[in-house]
């Protein structure tokens, strides 16, 4: 676990999305997803996983969906930024989470 997480703190330090404060916002997160860079799209990977994983860790995912996939819930969060540019605007997990939901949860 704590390779992990350092690991993602490495690819987040090198990234090419101007990081800030606090959480990245869902334009940041889509940035990195569509970006040619495979770091930035390593990153986009890294940062959903982790908020995937945080929220099963927490109990705060809005349903228990166990047999999805990591890649599979990737291009959920993936196509949901791409297709609700209104989600744009909150801050990253939140749009995660709001991706989660409406894909998974009836």
Known sequence: MIRAMLAIAILTLTTTVAWSAGFLKGSDLHALCQSASTLDKQSCMAYILGALDTMGNTGTAPCNVSDVSGTEFIDV?????????ASLVYEAP???????DNQFCP
């Open 94 to 100: 939140m749009s995660i989470h709001l991706a989660y």
């Open 77 to 85: 969060v993936k196509a949901y930024l791409q297709n609700n540019p």
